[in-house]
Nanobody, 123 residues
């Protein structure tokens, strides 16, 4: 099992940047593909980005390509989401997810989720 704790959310003006972190417990972090999702009240949770276990393959939602970067540090059991050129429509609760399968992350089928961190982008 793995436990996930997100941090780094906050309020930022449009055009600004934030870096989210997700710290994972346990000694098997490198066995999990990792991903970031976001959810706005009243809407379904949506995929943002994913990274494979070794960190050499990533995927992004079209809405964040070129602005967001996912990365991981397996020695620190942490996955990051660098968010640049933020827009008001990026406002959401951001969740970190872990799954042994990369396709599981992409499809949002992970059994392991963090508690979420709020990101608010003001116009």
């Amino acid at each position: 099992q793995v436990q996930l704790v997100e941090s780094g959310g906050g309020v930022v003006q449009a055009g600004g940047s934030l870096r989210l972190s997700c710290a994972a417990s346990g000694r098997t972090f490198s066995s999990y593909a990792m991903g970031w999702f976001r959810q706005v009240p009243g809407k379904e949770r949506e995929f943002v980005a994913a990274i494979n276990r070794s960190g050499d393959s990533t995927d992004y939602a079209d809405s964040v390509k070129g602005r967001f970067t996912i990365s991981r540090d397996n020695a620190e059991n942490t996955v990051y989401l660098q968010m640049n050129s933020l827009k008001p429509e990026d406002t959401a609760v951001y969740y970190c997810a872990a799954d042994p399968s990369y396709s599981g992350i992409i499809k949002g089928r992970s059994n392991y989720w963090g508690q979420g961190t709020q990101v608010t982008v003001s116009s």
